[in-house]
């Protein structure tokens, strides 16, 4: 790894960390069908510890992580459809590239679940997660969807509050 990488991995945070898993855990759940349980399992014994530990996701907030995951599988039949709505026309969840999918599920389940993250921590959150990812237009297409969603789910964090003078 450069030095440039071993900087960046020094900015990330456990639960940026726990995101970038999440991430990757979805992924799995979706292409392989893995319950939600046996992936949290997994990742923590092989990514989180054990000899096969990833230098990243080691540092990960398990119980975000998990948080993320759960979240996302028990609120799936109401983020897709959320994001379906907020796609280009012509495309649907289904047809995005499975990490995107990912990303953007867990973006929403954490704007709909997380109050405790506000509504533009969770979004540049995951732009930056896909970042990790991606390097064209997938972070401006995360930022563009969390966006109107989270604009949607909790518009009294974005109102504009005017002071007197």
Known sequence: MTAKGKSKL?????RTAARIAAVQALYQMDMAGTDVNDVI???IERHFEGDSRDEVLATADRVFFADILR???RRQREIDPMVDEQLAIGWSLVRVDSILR???RGGVAE???RDDVPARVAINEYVNVAHVFFSDDEPRVVNGVL???ARRLRGHEFVRRITPS
């Open 10 to 14: 020094a900015e990330i945070t456990p």
């Open 41 to 43: 399992a997994e990742f």
């Open 71 to 73: 979240a996302t599988v």
């Open 102 to 104: 990912a990303i953007l």
């Open 111 to 113: 704007l709909l679940d």
């Open 147 to 149: 966006d109107k969603i």
